[in-house]
Every structure is written in structure tokens, then in C-alpha cells.
């Protein structure tokens, strides 16, 4: 790639429906410097107050990209496959811990209620991970939650 600024890791949400989450990893990525990736529907509008609330006054910061649906990402983006890691609280290829993530990698995850659509994820199931948790008591994390603590885990070779 020739613009720097897209070889850089990625968060991209797949039909986010919750708006505090999606600011929340908006200030994340501001703080680490990465874009974040919108793919409609959304469950909120983002001009909503809730979103710049929970992004505080870093919302304006944020590097963000809007597409209207995966396949448009896709066709725009072209990442390679080894680019796109997703993230279900089922994955099977591994936690969060297992792949070497690349400095230009993709970290895909999908609604809070339902995930990622299952038609994104055929042919992928050696590309999708979870974080692990050791409760019997909690199905899945916050999204927000979530997102930060893989954006970290996948940067830790690039951060230190």
C-alpha cells in the first residue's frame, strides 16, 4: 500500500447497534491511533449525542470510514485474507492469544446481540477467535470491552 496511514491496524464493526460502544472504541482508537470502520445498518444514528458522549471530546479525532454494507468493504478495501481476523465469543480457531497479527490487520467483530452474520464468516472459521473466560456465568463481553482488549493484545508486539 502506498498511504501509510492505511497500512495501519484496523477495528471494523459490523452493524453496530449499541451507540455508547461504538464511541468508546472510537476513543480508543484514537488513542491508539488506528481507524475504525463502520458497516451499516446501525442501530443508532452517528450524530447521536450518545456516541460523542461516550467518545467525549476525542470523537472529532477519530480516523472514520462508513460503508454501507460488507461487500462494499470488501470490494473497496480488498484486504488479504491473512489481513482479516474476527472475533466470536464461539471461535474456533483459538483465543485472541494464538494468531501474529499483522501491523495492517483488520479486527473484525460484529452486533452486540447477534455477532458477526454468518454469511461473513464462510469460508473464515480458521480466521475467527474468542477471548477466553473462565466463568460459567457470562456468555459474552461488552463489546467495548471486547474490542480493546483484542486491539491491545494484537498491537503488543508493536507497542512496546
Partial sequence: MSDPALAAMKIV????EIPGNTGTIGRTCVA???????????GFEITDKSV??????????VRLSEYDEWAGFLAHRQPRRDQLFFFE????????YDPAYPPDAYLVFGRETKGLAPE??????DRVFRLPMRSPHIRS??????????????MRAYLA
Fill in 13 to 16: 464493526l459490523v452493524a453496530p
Fill in 32 to 42: 491508539l491511533d488506528l481507524e475504525l470502520i463502520l458497516i451499516r445498518p446501525y
Fill in 52 to 61: 460523542r458522549r461516550a467518545g467525549l471530546d476525542y470523537w472529532q479525532h
Fill in 89 to 96: 465469543d464461539d471461535g474456533a480457531a483459538g483465543t485472541v
Fill in 120 to 125: 461473513i464468516l464462510v469460508g473464515m472459521t
Fill in 141 to 154: 463481553l461488552n463489546l467495548a470491552n471486547a474490542a480493546t482488549a483484542v486491539v491491545y493484545q494484537a
